[in-house]
Each structure stands twice: as C-alpha cells, then as structure tokens.
C-alpha cells in the first residue's frame, strides 16, 4: 500500500519505525514550522530528526540529534557569549559538532540553488530511511508565537529557550500565506491507499503542515481514508508539552478534544485504551474511533499502533 504520514519530530519519528517494520511503500511529508536560520544555516528540526531516527543515527536518550554526539562548537560559541556580553547568539540551541555536518551540507546545497525539497533527498540518500521524505514546502515558512505580553517570538525560542513557560496566545505560521506544498506533497496525499496522522503535536507539527494552502484541501479531498493517532493519553502529552500548545489555540488536552479539532479532515481516530470513554464520544458523535495501547514503548508496540491504524483504515474504507 502506498502510506502518506503528515509527521512532526520525535513522535512521528517513533510511529514510523513501527510503521516501517509492517512493508509498505511510504511517504513522509515533514513539518517545516520548527524551522529557523542561525548562524546563517538553515535548520530543519523536525526534518531532521526523521531522517536521523530512519536512519539510524539519532541519540537513543535525547531523541533528537545525532548519537555520539559532542558540544564543541557549541560550548566555543558560548565563549563569545559571554566574553561579549551579548545574549543575541542563540547558544541555547543545541547544535551538536556531528549534527553541524548536515546543516552545513544543507546550507550549501540551498546556496547553490536547490530547493529544499531536492535537498533532503540528497540529505536522505546518506541515511537508507526507507521512506521518501518531503517538506512540507520549499518556501520559508516558520512557526511564531505571540506571548500573553504581545512580544512574538520564534517558536524555538518559546520552547527551547523559554520551555513553553510563559503562556503563549496565539500560534501562526509565518509565510504560510506566500507558501506553496513542495512538489510530490499534494499527489502523495491524493494517490495514497491511507493517509495516516502519526501521535504529532496537533498545533505545531500537523497543525503547521496542514496551514500550508492546499495541503489541508488534499487531505479533505483525498479518497484514502484518513486515520490519525492520539497523541494524549490520559488529558496528558504522554512527552513533551504539546498541552502548551493546544491551550494556546484553545482546545483542551484530551484525546477526544483533538479529534474534535481535527473535524472533517478525519475518518479514524485511534485513542489508549484508557480512554475508551473518549472512543465512545466520538463514535456517539459519528466518528470511527477504536481504543487500543497507544504508548509507544518499543518497536512491537509501536508497530502494534500502526497496525491498528491501518486496520481502522480498512474499516472506514469498507
Ligand atoms: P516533536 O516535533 O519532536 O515535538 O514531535 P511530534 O510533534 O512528532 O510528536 C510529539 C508528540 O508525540 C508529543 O506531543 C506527544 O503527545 C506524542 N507522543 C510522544 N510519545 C508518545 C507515545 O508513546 N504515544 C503517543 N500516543 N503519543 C506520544
Ligand atoms: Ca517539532
């Protein structure tokens, strides 16, 4: 079958291991919200971590960067830091020394012309993903946060920097407006046998994905169905602090109310099994749901979810 995941980070990245192991032919189409330029390199966040974890190159116990990575650079730059007594360098970015590698590369191949598209398939052929990986789009676009003082930040400074501690109102795409979807990413969604929503940040890895003109219409559009997983369990992120983000745009953490956000662009929505009762609201409210184990704990059980979501795929299809 012929799969289209619309994936964020590290969530994203665990689902596709699982999905990997199960044989089909897939698509990832990548978040480029987390996107941002420093030290004049362009950075792919979230790009980057799939191909990493396909790969086999991230560190197991950050979840994002590469393994046997060192902080050389990094620790340097913190020098001029302080020596100058400035804070306009972004030191609280963790940019490993080995990680640098693929930003330098990257920044390149932009500076030759390519668009970003051509170079993360370049970027990717290094790495054996077993998936073809796209941008979202290869326009700029990056994801900005309004704090509650009016102040707008970039979304890496509100949650690398500031750990999503100071409350933020609004979340927006900057340059969605002006953004086209990359090439393959609008027939990937229509010629897909499935189209799966991977346990993603709502707001800032599907939601960002998904601002994109013409990339929300194709997943409506689509007749593959469309199944996501619940990325909270138990009104909680499970990891990370994506209930942050979901209060920003006024939707509660629950795995009901991310479904309900969701709308029209689901035909499936897979939640943990201790959130039955959120299953049976949502079939109650005319959408297939299905409670089953949704922590990701191993590869198995990873494997497990996208089984099963490929399995409620088949079902809505019916
Ligand atoms: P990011 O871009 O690195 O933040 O990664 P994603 O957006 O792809 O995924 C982050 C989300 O994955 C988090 O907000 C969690 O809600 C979710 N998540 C992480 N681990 C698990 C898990 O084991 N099970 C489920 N269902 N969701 C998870
Ligand atoms: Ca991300």
Redesign the pocket.
């Known amino acids: 079958m012929r799969i289209t995941v619309l ?9 596709l291991t699982g999905l990997r192991t199960l044989g089909h032919n897939i698509t990832v189409i990548g ?1 480029n919200g ?1 996107d941002v330029t420093m030290y004049g390199l362009r950075i792919c ?2 790009l980057d ?1 799939v191909m990493y974890t396909l790969g086999g190159g991230i560190s197991a116990e950050r ?2 960067g590469r393994e046997d990575e060192t902080f050389r650079v990094r620790d340097d730059i913190g020098a001029y830091v302080a020596a100058s007594g400035t804070d306009d360098l972004p030191s609280w970015f963790g940019l490993g020394d080995l990680d640098l590698a693929t930003h330098l590369v990257r920044a390149h191949w932009l500076a030759e012309g390519l668009p970003l598209s051509t170079v993360t398939a370049r970027l990717c052929a290094r790495w054996e993903t077993g998936v073809r990986l796209m941008p979202s789009t290869d326009d700029p676009v990056e994801t900005h946060v309004t704090l509650a003082d009016g102040e707008r930040v970039h979304f890496q400074e509100w949650w690398v920097r500031l750990h999503a501690s100071v409350p933020a109102n609004a979340i927006e795409l900057f340059g969605a407006a002006d953004a086209q979807p990359a090439p393959g990413v609008v027939d990937a969604i229509a010629d897909a046998d499935v189209v799966l929503l ?4 709502p707001v ?3 939601g960002t994905i998904l601002a994109i003109k013409g990339i929300r219409e194709a997943v409506v559009a689509t007749a593959a169905p469309v199944v996501g ?5 138990g009104g909680a ?6 209930d942050a983000c979901l209060a920003a745009i006024g939707v509660e953490t629950s795995a009901y109310a991310v479904a309900r956000h969701y709308g029209d662009l689901l035909d499936g929505w897979l939640v ?1 099994e201790s959130d039955k009762a959120d299953a049976d609201r949502l079939a109650g409210d005319g959408l297939a749901a299905r409670a089953v184990p ?4 191993d590869i198995d059980a ?1 494997a497990r ?1 996208a089984d099963a979501a490929l399995t409620l795929a088949a079902d809505v299809r019916k």
Do not use: C, E
């Open positions: 994936a964020g980070g590290i969530g994203a990245a665990r689902f978040n987390d966040p979230d971590t979840g994002w991977p346990p993603s940040n800032v890895s599907v997983v619940s990325p909270i369990i992120p499970v990891r990370g602090m994506a943990d949704l922590w990701m704990s990873t979810i």
